[in-house]
């Protein structure tokens, strides 16, 4: 007999970064008796911890969570592996369990999950080639432009401090003509599972406290040391990300740690905003306060009569 798919219900728990989606999560499948998958592009990797805010030793034992230190940051692992991947998963989680928490940040990897995308096309390896020359002798800044002009809707979205995203949505336009947020409107790919989208989010100033609060902590915690370990590798695109970029350019001599620090809050209070941006064009997206007393039983609520 197959298993029925119509009672199986993967919940999204989505928001910007900072805001407390790993304790959502948790006490969300505590309540499901279910497990938690991440999408948070950056956990996947064994070598980034700190900087990742990757949940903690207690967290990840109150309740089993897939995509937590999974691969090494020298294998390549796309968001096209992590859509592959993520559903095989999901089928066979959901032969065990009901619900399944998907739980993250990362926004175009939870949309490979809950609906999929168009294949990218192949870019030429000498339109790189060129971008690479480009980001070498004008910097991030003439490539930003660039981006601005071609494809604004990914502008107010991506991680602009991330040469590697711009560069890949450079090379999508100037391969296709067609922008790379053309290519996330595809016809929805239906899925085998009800799903239910929650986000959470606080006011702004409470929401960047937090943020700045965090990576005070994330120092103390040796921030600074992880990163240090890992200048063999800064070369590779899972550390052109904030919180090791700005180490990086400590290191090199070229910023004080006071303002490398400083960078770092101001750069992820930036993330956050773009992750905000990105969650609210979603339509689907249930949205709850995360400073409220009972907002669990709020989304529990919404979970019920959304099922």
């Not at 968001?79 to 032969?95: N, T």
């Amino acid at each position: 007999m197959t298993q029925s798919t119509v009672t199986k219900t993967l919940i999204v728990v989505a928001g910007p970064t900072a805001v407390g989606k790993t304790a959502a999560a948790i006490e969300l499948a505590k309540h499901y008796n279910t497990v938690v998958v991440s999408a948070d592009s950056r956990q996947f990797f064994r070598e980034m911890t700190i900087g990742t805010a990757k949940p903690n030793a207690a967290e990840l034992a109150a309740v089993k969570h897939y995509f937590i230190d999974s691969h090494s940051i020298t294998e390549p692992f796309s968001v096209g592996d992590f859509e592959k991947d993520g559903l095989a998963l999901l089928d066979e989680l959901f032969k065990i369990h009901d619900h399944v928490i998907l739980a993250g940040g990362s926004g175009l990897y939870i949309k490979a999950i809950c609906e999929g995308f168009d294949e990218l096309p192949k870019a030429d390896p000498a339109i790189r080639e060129n971008l690479n020359r480009e980001l070498e002798e004008k910097g991030i800044a003439s490539l930003q432009q660039k981006l601005k002009f071609a494809d604004p809707v990914y502008y107010d979205e991506v991680d602009l401090d991330n040469p590697q995203r711009i560069i890949r949505a450079l090379e999508v336009f100037e391969s296709s003509g067609k922008p790379i947020s053309s290519y996330r409107q595809a016809t929805v790919n239906k899925r085998p599972f009800n799903i239910v989208k929650l986000a959470l989010n606080l006011p702004r100033e409470v929401l960047y406290n937090r943020i700045n609060a965090r990576v005070d902590v994330m120092m103390q915690q040796g921030l600074l040391a992880e990163v240090q370990s890992l200048l063999p590798y800064r070369q590779l695109n899972a550390l052109q990300t904030v919180g090791y970029a700005e180490l990086f350019d400590y290191i090199d001599g070229q910023t004080s740690l006071e303002k490398a620090v400083e960078m770092i809050k101001q750069n992820t209070r930036r993330f956050a905003k773009r992750q905000l941006t990105w969650f609210r064009r979603d339509s689907q997206f249930h949205w709850f306060d995360a400073g409220d007393a009972d907002v669990i039983t709020q989304m529990i609520n919404t979970i019920s009569s959304a099922s």
